[in-house]
């Protein structure tokens, strides 16, 4: 199964927003359900046997790729505000062609493998999506499930999978603690006869809420030191209510934009406990905030202090290290660093790919294939241009953009609001909103000068 990265195109078309830059971000946004939660937790109400209710779902389009997977497997899915009521009593198969609608789309379809092979014995996975930002494999995924006893079959439409003796237990380590991975084998040990044991296992928030999801539902999953989880099989799962966690990439996001555009801005919903490691590298950068932990109103106030921002050493790690998906938007504010700073990233292979754009506003920018953090990684052996130096402070000016992906592209938008000038950014709509809720009425609430070619600014 090849991952069909989606090329970024150069554009005349109308999904360009115009940013007239240069004026500090002031005020306040709400930040719902984690993208990378809520996605998986639509996919274990397929699960149960009983409707499943999931609270605080933003709407993005991840969550409309999921519904529409979940609809063509006869899933009775319905939005009331932010509410997604989900019921899989009529589970059944559906066709290659109505499911290949949704190829090339998102990662998330090959998380429907286990649930769909305990409630029908067989599953059909078009080609994944998702963002350009490494080779993206899904050997893991694979691997595992051929463990669990999953016959897998590659052919020109995409993965058909079967089971004809069960699914049953396993001991498994993985290489990396991959979160999809790890996801994988909670979703399909969850109903496998006997015990699973997975060693080396992602241990993110968005999973430990996933868990916490699946025991609701019935599961029996014991989460042990050393990142080992074990997981006892079940027969029947029900549905669930839950609420899901905020989402703390998109809370940094704001907070990363309010240091750049030297603003103040409080994201409702943000928690610290989350974002422990994020609020630690906010404040060593020089950042301001405050934590407001009133569980219905309360969220974290991120500030510029007025005085100049200082160059840190980091480097991006699987939780609770520095999330890669935070490293995008906290480059774009190191560019305005008083010195040089290093970014090394050990995730992903290719996740710099966006800093030519900021080098072409002004940013000082340099990559490197060694491992510039503390930690050797095993990009560094394979000659990957995956470590940052970034010399600040640098005046930023405005430019024409072309966006790469979804967190790179949220940088590009931080990059153009900082810069003097009028900047284009292309292709928002096609990224940005995969993961990014009302991303333009925030920016707007927030006082950015943003248009569309066809409106005029207020
Ligand atoms: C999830 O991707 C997130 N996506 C990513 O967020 C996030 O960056 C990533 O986890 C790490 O936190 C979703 O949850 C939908 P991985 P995932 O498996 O699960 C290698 C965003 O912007 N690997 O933890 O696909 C892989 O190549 C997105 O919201 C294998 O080698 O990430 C990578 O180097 C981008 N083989 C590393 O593991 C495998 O079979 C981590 O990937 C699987 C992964």
């Excluded at 990396?176 to 084998?185: I, K, L, N, R, Y």
């Excluded at 549905?239 to 309010?258: K, Q, T, V």
């Excluded at 990684?377 to 402070?393: E, M, Q, T």
Aim: glycine share 10%; charged share 20%.
């Amino acid at each position: 199964m090849s991952s069909t990265d989606a090329t970024p195109e150069t554009g005349t078309s109308d999904d360009v927003l115009i940013i007239h830059g240069g004026t500090p971000l002031e005020g306040e946004v709400t930040v719902r359900g984690a993208k990378n939660l809520v996605s998986k937790a639509m996919v274990a109400a397929l699960l149960g046997t009983s409707p499943s209710v999931l609270r605080s779902v933003p709407a993005i389009r991840d969550v409309e790729v999921v519904t529409g997977l979940l609809r063509v497997h006869g899933v009775d899915v319905e939005l009331d505000g932010d509410t997604l009521y989900m019921d899989p009593t009529s589970v059944e198969s559906a066709g290659v062609e109505e499911i290949n609608v949704h190829a090339g789309t998102s990662r998330i379809p090959i998380l429907l493998c286990g649930p769909l092979l305990h409630r029908l014995g067989r599953a059909f996975i078009p080609d994944l999506g998702g963002c350009n930002i490494g080779g993206r494999p899904i050997d893991f995924h694979l691997d595992a499930l051929r463990k669990f006893g999953a016959v897998v079959d590659k052919d020109a439409d995409g993965t058909h999978l079967s089971a004809p003796n069960g699914l049953h237990g396993i001991r498994y380590e993985l290489e990396f603690p991959s979160v999809g991975a790890t996801e994988q084998v909670l979703l399909t040990a969850v109903m496998a006869k006997g015990t699973t044991e997975l060693r080396n296992a992602a241990i993110e928030p968005e999973i430990i809420d996933l868990i916490c999801i699946l025991q609701k539902m019935g599961a029996i999953i014991k989460v042990h030191t050393n990142r080992v989880i074990e997981i006892v099989g079940v027969d029947e799962l029900k549905g669930y209510r839950h609420r899901a966690l905020p989402d703390r990439i998109e809370a940094a996001s704001w907070a990363s934009a309010a240091l750049a555009t030297e603003g103040s801005v409080f994201v409702r919903g943000a928690q610290q406990t989350d974002m422990m490691t994020f609020l630690n590298v906010f404040r060593s950068i020089g950042g301001a905030y405050e934590v407001d932990d009133d569980p219905t109103e309360g969220g974290i106030r991120f500030w510029h202090p007025g005085t100049a921002l200082k160059p840190v050493a980091i480097e991006t790690d699987v939780h609770p290290g520095l999330m890669t998906d935070w490293q995008q938007p906290l480059v774009v504010a190191l560019t305005q660093a008083d010195g040089l700073s290093i970014m090394h990233e050990t995730v992903y292979e290719n996740r710099f790919g966006y800093t030519s754009e900021l080098r072409r506003m002004g940013a000082n920018i340099e990559l490197y294939s060694d491992c510039l953090g503390g930690t050797p990684c095993r990009w560094g052996r394979r000659n990957f241009l995956h470590s940052a130096v970034i010399a600040g402070p640098s005046k930023l000016h405005a430019a024409d953009l072309q966006i790469p992906d979804l967190r790179a592209g949220f940088s590009h938008l931080i990059a153009a609001m900082a810069a003097e000038g009028t900047s284009r950014v292309y292709g928002v709509d096609r990224y940005i909103t995969r993961g990014y809720e009302n991303f333009e009425a925030k920016l707007l609430g927030l006082g950015a000068k943003i248009e569309r070619p066809s409106t005029k600014i207020a």
